[in-house]
């Protein structure tokens, strides 16, 4: 099963500092509508089942919506991680995506909005996730594992807050050195030891409630 992971664009509403494409402003020769529905095209002809989005904030995009109509229309599945902070562009064509998964790196709003860069951040991140949970869309919360959520303290308020609202999943990813996240890697990257703690305790929580 062949799965392709797309950067669509560029373009961001926030200003993280992890992150892993430096993600800002839109990139002046991004692919149009008509070169996008090509790339569908020769996604489709090597095989490939489904498309995850990453980015950038790809409903940022005029013509999000239209591109991935087109992959739908390929009978190939959408996945879409976004920051949740555009959600109102995508919810009334939620029957379009496979699963949406929205970033939250903190149970608390006022940590979370300053690792994002955008005050509000958090609270809108909620309200997205609890309308996927009420439209019963197959979700998730996705967050950046760093030296600053990798405590047992932490873990466990996120691991809190997702049985709270609900959610299907919760998927961490660990901090990459990469775009923004180079110049905030000192403060960021994980340890071996503090990331086999980390492991260690998210072990235990997965064993408990299985």
Not at 110 to 139: M, Q
Not at 148 to 157: F, G, H, T
């Amino acid at each position: 099963m062949l799965v392709a992971g797309w950067s669509l664009t560029k373009q961001c509403n926030l200003n993280c500092i992890h992150c892993y494409n430096a993600s800002g402003k839109r990139d002046k020769d991004e692919l149009s509508l008509e070169e996008s529905f090509r790339v569908v095209d020769k996604l489709k002809d090597a095989g490939v089942v489904a498309i995850n989005f990453g980015g950038g904030e790809c409903a940022l995009r005029k013509d999000f919506i239209d591109i991935c109509k087109y992959i739908k229309s390929k009978d190939i599945a959408i996945s879409y991680t976004t920051n949740g902070t555009t959600f109102n562009r995508i919810k009334k064509h939620l029957h379009l995506f496979h699963d949406v998964g929205v970033s939250i790196d903190f149970a608390d709003a006022e940590k979370h909005d300053w690792f994002r860069g955008r005050k509000g951040t958090f609270h809108r991140a909620i309200s997205a996730l609890k309308e996927l949970v009420k439209k019963k869309v197959d979700n998730e919360i996705v967050t950046c594992l760093t030296t600053l959520n990798s405590s047992e303290k932490e873990l466990q308020k996120l691991y809190n807050l997702a049985k709270d609202i609900g959610v299907d999943s919760w998927r961490l990813n660990r901090f990459r050195s990469n775009g923004r996240g180079i110049d905030n890697e000192k403060d960021l990257a994980l340890s071996k030891e503090s990331l086999k703690k980390a492991y260690t305790f998210l072990s235990k929580i997965g064993r408990a409630h299985v």
